[in-house]
């Protein structure tokens, strides 16, 4: 590892890996507000790193309840809508 950087552990509950993969997905699947004026998407919602495995586990939960779509009405928004 190079001079002046940091191990980051994943942030997956229960899970000591290092993280190697930058998302603003929770552990839960959602977009968490940083609570602060923003300008941009990278500005509105706060960050978290996880393990490969890990993220791929998180985004297979994701996209599975996304394409459930026999449960979907007009009023359901995506997990991601703003």
Not at 8 to 22: I, M
Not at 49 to 64: A, G, I, P, Q, R
Request: glycine share 6%; hydrophobic share 35%; net charge positive.
């Amino acid at each position: 590892m190079p001079a002046g950087l940091c191990m980051v552990k994943c942030d997956f509950p229960q899970c000591s890996s290092e993280g190697s993969v930058v998302s603003r997905l929770s552990p839960k699947g959602f977009l968490v507000a940083t609570g602060n004026k923003a300008y941009s998407f990278r500005e509105a919602y706060k960050r978290f790193t996880y393990c490969d495995k890990c993220h791929d586990e998180l985004m297979k939960s994701v996209w599975n309840r996304v394409r459930e779509a026999e449960e979907k009405g007009d009023d359901h928004v995506a997990p991601t809508a703003i």
